[in-house]
């Protein structure tokens, strides 16, 4: 059986789950659209291509195999979008939780049964109905569990809202020795510089005590705040909205040192590098115009 354990995003990884580009699937329609930065490239007629996007995910498999991590992925389902591995399914310590996603992707969640296979059965936990919840809004750091949430009376009418406040109780309940801090989150359906998908989009922390960070995505100025007394400002990296839009916050560490981003992210690879990270480039500025990145992308299973 396979052992999870997941406590924070930085901890040396050795196994995890990855998304397949492998028959993707056609172009979609505006109206089938999940979020503002696909949108915005079916319309201009931009939106990326399968053979674009799997030489992109074969970089990122190259970097988990350089650095002898174990990797799952799922079953291909035939033109199907199973990129965003997040989205399905998360790990908190020894639990995998599988998330009540968007009806249009529930599939999704089949093409893990393999996987599901080699976990104990108790530790597959599945949320109640009115828990809305997308790995993307979950960040874990050590005693803290982070949940990114929408709020309004108007959420139904956000397709970008995928976390709702009943599913952080939720997770306070099976998890009381931890501390849950939900931060609300600033949601467009038609504006990717106004809107942040998931809590990954605006915010993550890295090791050394680091973090990423768009003040923007954060409906309440407080929530924001929160953050930078407790990271402090000087070790907050801040992104502008173009960064943002562009997924500068949706890294991926391999251990506290290690860290896969985009090879066009200049001035941030150059931040990380200043403060001793060693950065692994990788082409994803494809993968991106659907509005996720390489967080996004994968789900970890085990980190030391």
């Known amino acids: 059986m396979l052992q999870l354990l997941v406590k924070n995003e930085f901890t040396r990884l050795r196994s995890v789950l990855f998304g397949t580009a492998k028959s993707n699937g056609p ?19 931009t939106y990326p291509t399968e053979v674009d ?73 599945t949320l109640p109905e009115d828990c809305h919840i997308e790995g993307g809004d979950v960040i874990l750091y050590d005693d803290y569990i982070f949940i990114g949430v929408y709020l309004g009376a108007d959420y139904s009418d956000y397709i970008t809202a995928r976390t ?11 998890f009381p020795h931890k501390k849950v801090k939900t931060f609300e989150l600033r949601k467009s359906n038609i504006d990717p510089l106004e809107n942040a998908l998931h809590l990954d989009c605006c915010f993550q922390p890295l090791g050394r005590g680091k973090a990423l960070i768009h003040e923007n995505g954060f409906l309440e100025s407080s929530d924001y705040e929160w953050l930078v007394d407790f990271f402090g ?62 967080r996004c992308s994968t789900l970890p299973l085990i980190r030391d």
């Open 233 to 294: 400002k000087d070790n907050l990296f801040e992104t502008t909205k173009e960064e943002m839009q562009k997924m500068n916050c949706n890294v991926f560490s391999i251990s506290d040192s290690i860290v896969i981003s985009e090879q066009n992210f200049t001035r941030l690879n150059s931040w990380l590098v200043a403060r001793g990270f060693t950065v692994e480039k990788v082409p994803y500025s494809e993968i991106s115009k659907q509005g996720g990145l390489l």
């Open 27 to 45: 172009v979609p329609l505006t109206e089938d659209c999940y979020d503002p930065n696909s949108l915005r490239h079916v319309i201009s007629g």
């Open 53 to 125: 996007m799997s030489i992109e995910m074969a970089a990122v498999l190259a970097v988990f195999d350089k650095y002898n991590v174990q990797v799952f992925q799922p079953t291909v389902i035939d033109n199907y979008n199973q990129i965003f591995a997040r989205d399905i399914a998360f790990v908190i310590e020894d639990k995998l939780i599988k998330s009540n996603i968007l009806p249009d992707r529930d599939q999704e969640i089949h093409a893990l049964e393999t996987l599901f296979k080699q976990i104990s059965p108790e530790n597959n936990i």
């Open 164 to 174: 709702n406040i009943n599913s952080a109780k939720a997770i306070q309940d099976l």
